[in-house]
């Protein structure tokens, strides 16, 4: 690459300018609930911001045009699966999950299954959003290197303090505020740096001498495409760091705007790399893949886009490392850890998380070197079939249907559909692994479906039990009311009030019974 000095001052200069405004807003980060999802303050562009901030890493753009590099317009399917996920998200989970006041999807399903499911989804979860995070640390590695001119253990060391800067201090919240700056950049740069490659091509002969295929979503066949779709969009709605963002939304509405946001900005985001990644086909034949995208911005735009670009992918590594291993640090902390240990300190839980991500960082990357070379929408797609084909089934029982499925085989389902896809991955499976973890995950859920008779009884058990808790809280505030003669605040007489509360009760009890 040519990298010029103006290059590096402009990449420097964006990735520190974004990371510290980040730093400058973690200031008010007191607590764990406060770094874990930004104090449930979040409006709809801070949650767009993490979402997006998060999905659009090193698989997004130098993983997309690493693929269309070879594939063409195929390529596309990770950004666009991305945004067609979100918008599912928005429209059927994300206000039934932010209403719970929850922090990780494994508290959300231990609502349901129990405390084995909470601890399983959080291992489970936890394996599969480490290898998303493996998929940004890959070409953050090459490109530190290449940049810097280091060793791939010193480049990993430089990324772990990007990423620590990025994440440790400010959290979910500086998660959110980086990703929507560099979503800025990186529509801005990365945008007009596409569309130079997309004039060129057309400029020449090329176009007419290229495969049909190349220009085809379908063009590796229907088969890796569906699976690529479909390992997305499971993988997405499994992920505790989208969920994460949406549980730090200020209101459910919140949360499914924040969802619908985050699709428009992340569709059309892979277009450009693919476009960088055919025109490297065309003009770059030798180049490493991996370094196609850093290439290219460096060689064949102007420095000022090119440096602005180059440190727009850097944050967009950073901010994708550092939202996937917020996530697993957080639900480490929250469902594993600090249960273990008897943490209930909120400070101590606080100290606890940020220790935990630092930690799977650095895994993160000792596993990354050990893999170079590899290709890094691989990495994407197990880790999505891995969350997927394990939790998605029960999670989306527990939103839609809960009371359906009975704890126990919730758990077997999650066991024996990851262990499945694993056995699928390593075996090389004619049948994507997702599949493979769908099928064995729907074959266990079957036994373990209540009947409706039985919902319907343990419904009217809570009902009952909601029954008793009302009569005996009508009983002691109309003994207050007995005692107790003065007007409430000067407007309501205590006999009132508490014949107010009896019929909200009644009217509780009633309603609850009518569900049935």
Known sequence: MNLTMFHLIIMIGTVAAVIGIGIYHSRSIKSAAGYSVGGRSAGAPLVAGSIAGTVVGGGATVGTAQL??????????????????????GIFYAKKMRGTGLETIPQFLSLHYGKKAEELSSLISSIGILFSAVASCLPGLEIVSEVFHVEPGVAAVILVVLVAAYTFFGGMKSAGI???????????ALFIAGFEAFSSIKET??????????????????????????????GVLCTQTYIQAIFSA??????????????????????????????MQAFYPDVLPIMVLPTYLINEVHPLIGGLAMGGIILSLIGGIGGLVLGIG??????????????????????????????????????????????????????????????????SLAVFYPGHLKPTWAVISMIGSTAASLVATFLHSPIDPLFVGLITSGILIVPGLKKQLEVRS?????????????????????????????????????????ETFSAIARDKVIKGYTRL
Request: proline share 4%; with cysteine.
């Open 205 to 234: 002969s090329y176009l007419a001498e290229m495969d049909p295929s190349q220009f085809s979503l379908v063009g590796r066949g229907w088969e890796p495409a569906m699976a690529n779709l479909f390992s997305v969009i499971v």
């Open 250 to 279: 200020d209101t459910p509405a919140t949360a499914s705007f924040g969802c619908f946001l985050a699709a428009l900005i992340v569709i059309p985001v892979g277009l450009p790399s693919v476009a960088i990644g055919m025109y």
């Open 330 to 395: 957080t639900m480490m902390a929250r469902d594993m850890v600090a249960p273990l240990l008897r943490i209930e300190n909120d400070r101590k839980q606080l100290l606890l998380t940020r220790v935990l991500v630092i930690a799977v960082l650095g895994v993160t990357s000792l596993i990354a070197i050990m893999n170079r070379g590899t290709e890094v929408l691989f990495w994407t797609y197990l880790s999505m079939a891995l969350r997927g084909g394990g939790i998605f089934l029960p999670l």
């Open 178 to 188: 980086g990703g929507m700056l560099k979503m800025g950049i990186i529509w801005f």
């Open 458 to 498: 343990e419904k009217l058990e809570m009902v009952v039990a909601a029954h008793k808790l009302y009569s005996a809280a009508d009983y002691i505030f109309k003994s207050i009311a007995f005692h107790v003669k003065h007007d409430i605040k000067g407007y309501y007489s205590a006999d009132f009030f508490c």
């Open 68 to 89: 269309a590099y070879n594939f063409g317009l195929s390529a596309w399917w990770f950004t666009l699966g991305s945004g067609i996920a979100f918008i599912i998200m």
